[in-house]
Protein backbone atom coordinates (compact mmCIF):
# COMPACT_ATOMS: atom_id res chain seq x y z
CA UNK A 1 0.00 0.00 0.00
CA UNK A 2 0.68 3.94 -0.57
CA UNK A 3 3.28 4.39 2.66
CA UNK A 4 3.92 8.03 3.87
CA UNK A 5 7.49 8.09 5.59
CA UNK A 6 7.35 11.04 7.98
CA UNK A 7 11.17 12.01 9.22
CA UNK A 8 12.25 12.57 12.46
CA UNK A 9 9.78 10.58 14.33
CA UNK A 10 11.03 12.78 17.28
CA UNK A 11 12.99 15.85 17.88
CA UNK A 12 14.45 17.39 20.97
CA UNK A 13 16.11 21.23 20.34
CA UNK A 14 16.90 24.10 22.27
CA UNK A 15 14.53 27.29 22.24
CA UNK A 16 15.50 29.56 19.17
CA UNK A 17 16.99 27.09 16.89
CA UNK A 18 14.67 25.84 13.78
CA UNK A 19 13.78 22.37 13.47
CA UNK A 20 12.76 21.15 9.72
CA UNK A 21 10.69 17.98 9.40
CA UNK A 22 10.07 16.13 6.24
CA UNK A 23 7.38 13.92 4.62
CA UNK A 24 7.77 11.95 1.92
CA UNK A 25 5.36 9.94 -0.19
CA UNK A 26 7.48 6.88 -0.88
CA UNK A 27 6.09 4.64 -3.72
CA UNK A 28 3.03 7.77 -5.02
CA UNK A 29 3.23 10.93 -6.26
CA UNK A 30 1.34 13.35 -3.99
CA UNK A 31 0.21 17.00 -5.12
CA UNK A 32 -1.64 17.98 -2.35
CA UNK A 33 0.17 17.72 1.07
CA UNK A 34 -1.82 18.64 4.48
CA UNK A 35 0.20 19.41 7.72
CA UNK A 36 -1.48 19.11 11.09
CA UNK A 37 -0.78 19.59 14.79
CA UNK A 38 -1.65 17.37 17.91
CA UNK A 39 -1.24 18.86 21.65
CA UNK A 40 -1.60 16.10 23.92
CA UNK A 41 -4.59 14.25 24.68
CA UNK A 42 -6.26 16.52 21.67
CA UNK A 43 -7.64 16.09 18.21
CA UNK A 44 -5.24 16.94 14.90
CA UNK A 45 -5.66 20.58 13.87
CA UNK A 46 -5.38 21.56 10.32
CA UNK A 47 -2.00 24.18 9.85
CA UNK A 48 -1.67 24.28 6.35
CA UNK A 49 -2.60 22.16 2.48
CA UNK A 50 0.79 22.26 0.76
CA UNK A 51 0.49 21.87 -3.13
CA UNK A 52 3.14 21.09 -5.02
CA UNK A 53 5.26 23.71 -6.88
CA UNK A 54 3.50 26.56 -5.02
CA UNK A 55 2.76 28.54 -1.72
CA UNK A 56 1.02 26.60 0.43
CA UNK A 57 -2.44 27.93 2.19
CA UNK A 58 -2.40 28.52 6.01
CA UNK A 59 -5.52 28.44 8.56
CA UNK A 60 -6.43 31.05 10.42
CA UNK A 61 -4.01 31.71 13.11
CA UNK A 62 -0.89 29.36 11.94
CA UNK A 63 1.84 31.55 11.66
CA UNK A 64 2.91 31.44 8.16
CA UNK A 65 6.72 32.93 8.85
CA UNK A 66 7.13 30.55 11.81
CA UNK A 67 6.19 27.59 10.34
CA UNK A 68 7.94 27.35 6.50
CA UNK A 69 6.01 24.66 4.47
CA UNK A 70 7.82 23.92 0.97
CA UNK A 71 6.42 21.50 -1.47
CA UNK A 72 9.50 21.46 -4.31
CA UNK A 73 8.59 18.15 -5.78
CA UNK A 74 5.95 15.45 -5.77
CA UNK A 75 7.25 13.88 -3.40
CA UNK A 76 8.26 15.58 -0.76
CA UNK A 77 7.29 17.88 1.90
CA UNK A 78 9.01 19.93 4.53
CA UNK A 79 8.05 21.77 7.67
CA UNK A 80 10.11 24.22 9.28
CA UNK A 81 9.40 25.15 12.86
CA UNK A 82 11.55 28.40 13.07
CA UNK A 83 12.72 29.81 16.10
CA UNK A 84 10.87 27.43 18.05
CA UNK A 85 9.73 28.05 21.59
CA UNK A 86 8.24 25.34 24.21
CA UNK A 87 4.96 26.50 23.46
CA UNK A 88 5.70 24.81 19.77
CA UNK A 89 6.28 21.48 21.58
CA UNK A 90 3.61 19.07 20.22
CA UNK A 91 2.62 16.45 17.63
CA UNK A 92 2.79 16.71 13.77
CA UNK A 93 1.47 14.98 11.43
CA UNK A 94 1.40 14.99 7.85
CA UNK A 95 -1.10 13.54 5.01
CA UNK A 96 -0.45 13.32 1.50
CA UNK A 97 -2.69 13.16 -1.03
CA UNK A 98 -2.36 10.23 -3.58
CA UNK A 99 -3.27 11.09 -7.55
CA UNK A 100 -5.38 14.29 -8.37
CA UNK A 101 -6.10 16.75 -6.29
CA UNK A 102 -9.28 15.87 -5.52
CA UNK A 103 -11.32 15.13 -2.32
CA UNK A 104 -11.90 11.18 -3.96
CA UNK A 105 -8.28 10.52 -3.85
CA UNK A 106 -7.23 9.05 -0.78
CA UNK A 107 -5.20 10.23 2.05
CA UNK A 108 -1.84 8.63 3.74
CA UNK A 109 -0.98 9.71 6.89
CA UNK A 110 2.96 9.60 8.09
CA UNK A 111 3.83 8.18 11.56
CA UNK A 112 4.08 11.86 13.12
CA UNK A 113 6.99 13.52 14.64
CA UNK A 114 6.92 14.69 18.29
CA UNK A 115 8.95 17.79 18.77
CA UNK A 116 10.11 19.09 22.20
CA UNK A 117 11.33 22.51 22.46
CA UNK A 118 13.59 22.61 25.87
CA UNK B 1 -18.33 24.24 6.89
CA UNK B 2 -18.29 20.76 7.90
CA UNK B 3 -17.60 19.79 11.23
CA UNK B 4 -17.81 15.74 13.26
CA UNK B 5 -18.81 16.12 16.84
CA UNK B 6 -17.75 12.59 19.15
CA UNK B 7 -19.61 12.02 22.21
CA UNK B 8 -17.97 11.31 25.13
CA UNK B 9 -13.90 11.98 25.29
CA UNK B 10 -13.40 8.64 27.09
CA UNK B 11 -15.17 5.13 26.67
CA UNK B 12 -14.34 2.36 28.86
CA UNK B 13 -15.34 -1.38 28.02
CA UNK B 14 -14.89 -4.92 29.62
CA UNK B 15 -13.02 -7.13 27.29
CA UNK B 16 -15.74 -9.07 25.32
CA UNK B 17 -18.15 -6.51 25.37
CA UNK B 18 -19.73 -4.35 22.69
CA UNK B 19 -17.73 -1.35 21.57
CA UNK B 20 -19.95 2.13 20.90
CA UNK B 21 -18.20 5.12 20.05
CA UNK B 22 -20.53 8.01 18.61
CA UNK B 23 -19.93 10.69 15.97
CA UNK B 24 -22.77 12.99 14.78
CA UNK B 25 -21.83 15.22 11.22
CA UNK B 26 -22.93 18.56 10.64
CA UNK B 27 -22.47 19.00 6.52
CA UNK B 28 -24.52 20.93 4.06
CA UNK B 29 -23.71 17.94 1.74
CA UNK B 30 -24.11 14.24 2.17
CA UNK B 31 -20.36 13.87 3.26
CA UNK B 32 -17.52 11.37 3.18
CA UNK B 33 -16.45 9.94 6.60
CA UNK B 34 -14.22 7.83 8.45
CA UNK B 35 -12.98 6.88 11.29
CA UNK B 36 -9.24 6.33 12.49
CA UNK B 37 -7.65 4.97 15.31
CA UNK B 38 -4.46 6.41 17.24
CA UNK B 39 -2.03 4.48 19.35
CA UNK B 40 0.28 6.68 21.38
CA UNK B 41 2.94 8.53 20.13
CA UNK B 42 2.39 7.32 16.33
CA UNK B 43 0.02 8.04 13.41
CA UNK B 44 -3.13 7.50 12.12
CA UNK B 45 -4.47 3.99 10.86
CA UNK B 46 -7.76 3.75 8.46
CA UNK B 47 -10.38 1.74 10.06
CA UNK B 48 -12.96 2.28 7.38
CA UNK B 49 -14.45 4.82 5.18
CA UNK B 50 -17.89 5.75 4.22
CA UNK B 51 -18.20 7.66 0.48
CA UNK B 52 -21.87 7.34 -0.14
CA UNK B 53 -22.07 3.42 -1.55
CA UNK B 54 -23.39 1.26 1.28
CA UNK B 55 -24.14 2.43 4.40
CA UNK B 56 -23.63 0.20 6.60
CA UNK B 57 -19.58 0.00 6.07
CA UNK B 58 -17.12 -2.57 7.45
CA UNK B 59 -13.79 -2.07 8.47
CA UNK B 60 -10.49 -3.72 9.87
CA UNK B 61 -10.65 -5.42 13.54
CA UNK B 62 -13.71 -5.93 13.35
CA UNK B 63 -15.19 -2.84 13.33
CA UNK B 64 -18.10 -1.14 11.75
CA UNK B 65 -19.84 1.79 11.47
CA UNK B 66 -23.32 2.82 9.68
CA UNK B 67 -24.48 5.87 8.01
CA UNK B 68 -27.68 7.21 9.11
CA UNK B 69 -28.47 10.05 7.44
CA UNK B 70 -31.63 10.95 9.50
CA UNK B 71 -29.53 11.02 12.51
CA UNK B 72 -26.59 12.68 10.62
CA UNK B 73 -24.57 10.21 12.96
CA UNK B 74 -21.41 7.85 11.91
CA UNK B 75 -21.22 5.39 14.56
CA UNK B 76 -18.47 3.12 15.59
CA UNK B 77 -19.25 -0.24 16.98
CA UNK B 78 -17.27 -3.71 17.30
CA UNK B 79 -19.22 -6.58 18.82
CA UNK B 80 -16.33 -8.04 21.27
CA UNK B 81 -13.90 -5.47 22.22
CA UNK B 82 -9.99 -6.83 22.72
CA UNK B 83 -7.44 -5.23 25.46
CA UNK B 84 -5.36 -4.50 21.66
CA UNK B 85 -8.80 -2.10 20.62
CA UNK B 86 -7.81 0.25 23.88
CA UNK B 87 -6.44 3.38 21.84
CA UNK B 88 -7.53 6.89 20.91
CA UNK B 89 -10.41 6.70 17.78
CA UNK B 90 -11.08 10.22 15.39
CA UNK B 91 -13.62 10.25 13.27
CA UNK B 92 -13.52 12.91 10.35
CA UNK B 93 -15.34 14.50 7.62
CA UNK B 94 -14.24 15.56 4.10
CA UNK B 95 -16.31 17.52 2.01
CA UNK B 96 -17.07 15.85 -1.39
CA UNK B 97 -16.28 18.59 -3.31
CA UNK B 98 -12.79 20.12 -4.25
CA UNK B 99 -9.23 19.36 -3.15
CA UNK B 100 -10.43 19.78 0.99
CA UNK B 101 -8.56 18.26 3.71
CA UNK B 102 -10.09 15.96 6.61
CA UNK B 103 -11.30 17.70 9.71
CA UNK B 104 -11.15 15.80 12.19
CA UNK B 105 -13.21 15.47 16.12
CA UNK B 106 -12.31 15.76 18.98
CA UNK B 107 -11.36 12.01 19.57
CA UNK B 108 -12.53 9.39 21.93
CA UNK B 109 -10.64 7.39 24.10
CA UNK B 110 -10.96 3.90 24.33
CA UNK B 111 -10.40 2.07 27.46
CA UNK B 112 -10.42 -1.82 27.84
CA UNK B 113 -10.63 -3.48 31.16
CA UNK B 114 -9.65 -7.28 31.69
Known amino acids: GAVVSQHPSWVICKSGTSVKIECRSL??????MFWYRQFPKQSLMLMATSNEGSKATYEQGVEKDKFLINHASLTLSTLTVTSAHPEDSSFYICSARAGLSSYNSPLHFGNGTRLTVT | AQSVTQLGSHVSVSEGALVLLRCNYSSSVPPYLFWYVQYPNQGLQLLLK??????LVKGINGFEAEFKKSETSFHLTKPSAHMSDAAEYFCAVILNSGNTPLVFGKGTRLSVIA
Open chain 2, 50 to 55: YTSAAT
Open chain 1, 27 to 32: DFQATT
